[in-house]
């Protein structure tokens, strides 16, 4: 059902002709609330490079009038600090929990949009329900059973879970995904005897780039944010990550918002590159047009 | 499939292989001071390791979620053998056992002398006579910080703590009179508004203890057993009510609202730029105030400290804080432990504290001569303040809080509505009569709890546990049990559950044990120190009768929920909408909007805390403009009904906006909504699109008929994922108001939090929490069974 050349053109002049003013009303909305939403890195950034002067003198959203590198050097330097090393032990981490949510909540999820077996629904019921206990009342319990493993102060409580089905939110998000796909593209693979692993990394693995890249990038970026988890499963002053070990300003007295501002700054920044050069992964959708 | 179950192996393998290389004995020594505090002691903690060979100290600085994280540790069996504990901490500690007592250490120990320390402090960390905590620091709050060129400025001489106070102005006594320098020092202008403030306290009940408590009122009967609460005492209301003169009407010192700058201890900062000429805090402000009069530095002057004064024909009693080191019953290195506590909380460990002004030591002796006390040696950036000889006096004036493991929850309950004092809205007779009867009935509520109960049955209790997920697996297979499958089905099935596997190893392995148990403690009452005790379904009796927050707490969230989830949702779609078309520059916006999700919680609560603010605030300054006498859209007339006393609206400071603000605050983190959304619009095949085009639908059609079907399933998604976050929403209540004014934003997660580790009592928390599932199964429930008509599966199974 090829349409024909000139409806093309008539829907590409129309097209046109409807977004030159739309367009411009587009941009103007999208812009003012950028704006808005710039504000806390934008405090952040401002704060961070004032000296403790400064900052005590001057209103918070003010620009610096002398920027000053000292924040970033005193967090940096800091005794309990190790830059480098706490950097590794995030990026370990946060990689290695991307790896294993994406892949285990994909095979999950698939399993539970595309394929039939018994008590489906209501082991789905179940996956949903994991969400719904309120963690407070688990933690203790869970850190017992981590504690009976051995696994305190091992990156394992922090690395081994993300394999381990990647957490109901993720399997939730990708079985909607996955039951959108429109059932043809794959059926015809099945009649011509592929395997279901086939598939799924075959065919639904490259049509869901864009939820994948999702997943993935909630993932990286609460595992490189997530504070509480390293915290309580890791004592080696040298396993720390970076938000636990940034956090040593959060409990001066007085609060040092400069340092706290600039290690903000050194653990959000990563985050805003990856995901403004992952973002286009976002977009690379099922772009299958019809006719073939 | 394969390789990514050797990837998981692998890793395993790789982790447990590399186990670190051990000194003799290694000591675990946790602390909850960060970094200028560590700075100071990791050479002190170096010479111990020097003095003490094969002994290995690792220090942990946890300043965030200290107790929580011990507790787990402790209820793990993986303490740490040196902790950091304050008076007010300790106790619940100590009391199960859970602490050595240090008596036969110190005995043993030559040379060492506890009656060296204040024996206020050292009765403080003690119970039954046993010491529990060896003190090193004390921070007396009857001291207060002066600014000599406003004293200069004036004409009054320096005060040299030799003063006292009336509720009136005794102008006869001249600079003998606090108030009278006071209202000296207080420099208004024309329009009567106050420029410079004579004085300024660190927190409001800071001010109501150093009046009451030198009246002689008390907080409760016992300090070491409460069972009486007299939080409604008349020298407490006299104190308040003298605190919102001073503060409303003479305008001599800054109220709360003057002092809700966000940035700083506000309070501080007035002082530090010159705007406060007295200053009552404690030592620990020290150091950042000698960062931020720096001599040589624009707006530097000359400053000291002195004594707090005593009430007329009273006596002087401040509150304090304080702290030292508690070894954990389980060390496996009880003397190396003991060296360790005694080095820190000793000469070496004071000395370099006080060395940088961080802290006070605790022992008398100390705190009488350099380096706390400056003398000719002391370097020039050490020397502010002069007169530190005064915290010595100080710290013999003081009145620690009640040490009861209790008490904390007890004051919570108390001190709940205080805001509503400040805010003008009760007065503080109405607020503390309450406080105190809700104060009452908790305390009586957790004594009656202490009756024995029986022990908690473990096997009865995992029997059961194992009954239900034997249950559950019945339920799960049971109707299909039957069902007839063909050769293909069957291997469909198998494969099912391969795919699954991961999932299943997951739940039977880590998630479901701790469920059951937490579903065991919801019939049981438990400290997490010592081992639970049955008590049927007592909690959730007590929940619906004895517990005056369930049923608010569930109200706020329903509101909540109900309001900020159908807006969230509308948000994030109609924001992915907008992202989905290709304007330039549409990679940076997506980054944008997604923002808020990504930067620090700590920028993202300034952010809002800035807006919100009740003196300069930008949504006050929209609002009411720059000069206070705008009104944009009407809006500032429509919100007369809400305003505080400034004519503006303190909006996270009032029982009416608060809730209505963090609805406001929710749809920042619309971003991350978006986000989903946008993938799944990603997903709809363009060829949709061209055949409606096709077949001559305009935008609003096709968003009809195909975006909207298409997208059913995201919004069903971001609808149930989004209910079940909000009802458990937390942070933002937690982090932006602690649940106040009053019970206004006081979620329910919220009050199970403060339950689970402010009130140790997992086991009711436990059972808050299992009332909260089956709310939020059933409202699932509901819109998956809604949803039926509404959501459309492309690839759906046909049945």
């Not at chain 2, 059933?778 to 759906?796: H, P």
Request: charged share 20%; proline share 6%.
């Amino acid at each position: 059902m090829t349409p024909a050349l000139s409806d093309f053109a008539r829907m590409a002049r129309r097209r046109a002709a409807m977004s030159a003013a739309g367009r411009i009303l587009v941009f103007a909305v999208l812009l003012v609330m950028s704006l808005t939403f710039l504000s806390p890195l934008y405090l952040m950034l401002a704060m961070a490079f004032k000296s403790s002067s400064e900052l005590a003198t001057t209103s918070a959203w003010s620009w610096p009038k002398q920027f000053t590198l000292e924040n970033f050097k005193t967090v940096l330097t800091a005794p309990a600090m190790n830059f480098l090393l706490f950097g590794r032990n995030t990026m370990f981490i946060a990689v290695t929990n991307t790896v294993g949510v994406v892949l285990s909540s994909a095979m999950v999820a698939y399993a539970f949009a595309r394929l039939r077996f018994k008590g489906r629904d209501r082991l789905f019921i179940i996956v949903l329900a994991t969400m719904m206990l309120p963690g407070i009342v688990t933690m203790v319990p869970t850190y017992v059973l981590y504690a009976r493993l051995h696994w305190i102060n091992t990156f394992l409580p922090l690395t081994v879970p993300g394999f381990l089905g990647g957490g109901a939110f993720n399997i939730f998000m990708l079985r909607q995904f996955f039951m959108s796909v429109p059932r043809e593209l794959d059926e015809a693979a099945v009649i011509d005897g592929a395997s279901h692993w086939t598939v799924f990394t075959r065919i639904m693995l490259p049509l869901s780039t864009a939820a994948l890249a999702t997943v993935g990038v909630f993932t990286f970026s609460g595992a490189f944010r997530d504070f509480m988890g390293p915290l309580l499963y890791l004592n080696d002053p040298d396993m720390k990550t970076l938000e636990v070990g940034l956090q040593t300003y959060a409990g001066l007295r007085g609060e040092r918002w400069d340092l706290i501002m600039a290690g903000s700054v050194i653990t959000t920044v990563p985050l805003i590159l990856l995901f403004f050069v992952g973002q286009k992964y976002f977009v690379k959708g099922i772009t299958l047009t019809g006719g073939k | 499939m394969k390789r990514a179950l050797l990837f998981i192996a692998a890793l395993l393998g790789l982790l447990t292989a590399s186990s670190p290389a051990r000194a003799e004995v290694t000591l675990r020594f946790v602390i909850w001071d960060g970094d200028e505090y560590v700075r100071a002691q990791e050479p002190a903690i170096r010479d111990f390791e020097k003095a003490h060979p094969g002994v290995k100290v690792k220090l942990e600085s946890v300043t965030n979620n200290y107790m929580t994280r011990l507790l787990a540790q402790y209820a793990a069996g993986v303490a740490p053998d040196v902790v950091m504990m304050d008076p007010f901490s300790f106790h619940k500690f100590a009391r199960r056992g859970a602490l050595l007592p240090l008596n036969d250490f110190m005995a043993n120990t030559p040379g060492f002398d506890i009656k060296q320390y204040y024996p206020s402090l050292v009765d403080a960390m003690s119970a039954d006579g046993k010491h529990y905590v060896l003190p090193k620091d004390i921070a007396p709050q009857g001291i207060i910080f002066y600014n000599k060129k406003l004293f200069d400025e004036a004409g009054i001489p320096y005060p040299d703590g030799t003063w006292t106070w009336d509720f009136q102005e005794r102008p006869e006594l001249k600079e003998k009179d606090f108030l009278w320098v006071m209202h000296q020092l207080t420099k208004k202008d024309d329009r009567g508004r106050t420029t410079q403030y004579g004085y300024a306290v660190g927190w409001t009940n800071l001010f109501v203890e150093t009046v009451a408590f030198s009246l002689g009122a008390r907080y409760v009967d016992d300090y070491k057993e409460p069972h009486k609460t007299f939080y409604d005492d008349p020298r407490f209301i006299r104190a308040f009510d003298f605190l919102l003169e001073l503060t409303k009407e003479k305008k001599w010192v800054p109220g709360e609202t003057e002092l809700n700058t966000v940035l700083q201890t506000g309070a501080l900062k007035l002082f530090t730029e010159g705007k406060v000429a007295m200053y009552q805090t404690g030592a620990w402000e020290i150091v950042p105030m000698r960062r931020d009069i720096r001599p040589g530095a624009p707006g530097f002057f000359e400053w000291d400290v002195t004594l707090a004064p005593a009430y007329k024909n009273g006596q002087l009693v401040t509150p304090t804080g304080g702290s030292g080191y508690a070894i954990m019953a389980g060390t496996k290195h009880p003397k190396e432990a003991w060296a360790l506590a005694s080095w820190m909380g000793g000469e070496p460990g004071m000395s370099v504290m006080a060395e940088k002004g961080l802290s006070q030591p605790a022992r008398m002796d100390m705190s009488r001569r350099a380096p706390w006390v400056p003398d000719a040696n002391t370097p020039p950036e050490q020397r502010y303040p002069a007169n530190r000889a005064v915290t010595d006096i100080a710290a013999q004036h003081v009145l620690f809080p009640p040490t009861h493991d209790f008490y904390p929850q007890v004051q919570d309950r108390a001190f709940a509505e205080n805001e509503k004092i400040v805010n003008g809205s009760k007065t503080p007779a109405e607020v503390l009569g309450e406080g105190n009867r809700l104060a009452q009935a908790r305390l009586n509520l957790l004594w009656s709890q202490e009756k024995s109960s029986p022990p908690f049955d473990w096997v009865k209790g995992w029997l059961f546990g194992g009954l239900l997920a034997v249950g559950l697996v019945a339920w799960v297979y049971w109707p299909e049990r039957k069902k007839k499958l063909t050769q293909a089905m069957k291997k469909e099935n198998r494969m099912g559950y391969l795919f699954i596997t991961p999932w299943l190893i997951g739940i039977v392995g880590l998630t479901l044990g701790p469920m059951l148990l937490s579903l065991m403690m919801s019939f049981a009452s438990w400290d997490i120190v010592t081992d639970a005790k049955w008590r049927g379904p007592g909690n959730f009796i007590e929940m619906v009768t004895a517990d005056p927050r369930f049923f608010p707490a569930l109200k706020v969230t329903a509101v909540y929920t109900a309001v900020a989830v159908p807006i969230g949702l509308t948000a994030s779609f109609l924001l992915a909408l907008l992202l989905n078309v290709d304007v330039k520059g549409i990679p940076l916006y997506r980054t944008c909007f997604y923002l808020p999700t990504l930067a620090s919680g700590v920028a993202n609560a300034l952010v809002w805390k800035k807006i919100f603010q009740a003196d300069g605030g930008l949504l006050n300054t929209i609002i009411y403009g720059p000069h206070g006498d705008g009104n944009f859209l009407g809006l500032a007339a429509m919100l007369r009904g809400v305003a505080g006393a400034n004519g503006q609206v303190n909006w996270i400071g009032n029982e009416k906006t608060a809730l209505a603000s963090l609805i406001l605050m929710s749809l920042w983190g619309a971003g991350g909504g978006t986000v989903v959304l946008l993938a799944g619009l990603q997903g709809i095949p363009k060829m949709l699109y061209e055949a409606a085009t096709l077949d001559g639908a305009g935008p609003w059609a096709r968003t009809k008929a195909v975006t909207l079907p298409m997208m059913s399933p995201y919004l069903l998604f971001s609808l149930v994922t989004g209910m079940i976050g909000t009802l458990q929403a937390f942070t933002e209540a937690f982090v932006m108001t602690g649940g106040g004014p009053g019970d206004s934003t006081r979620f329910y997660m919220l009050h199970l939090y403060t339950e689970a580790f402010e009130g140790l009592r997992m086991g009711y928390s436990s059972a808050l929490a299992w009332v909260l599932f089956f709310v939020i199964l059933a409202v699932t429930a509901l819109q998956f069974w809604l949803s039926k008509r509404f959501v459309y599966y492309e690839g759906d199974i046909k049945k």
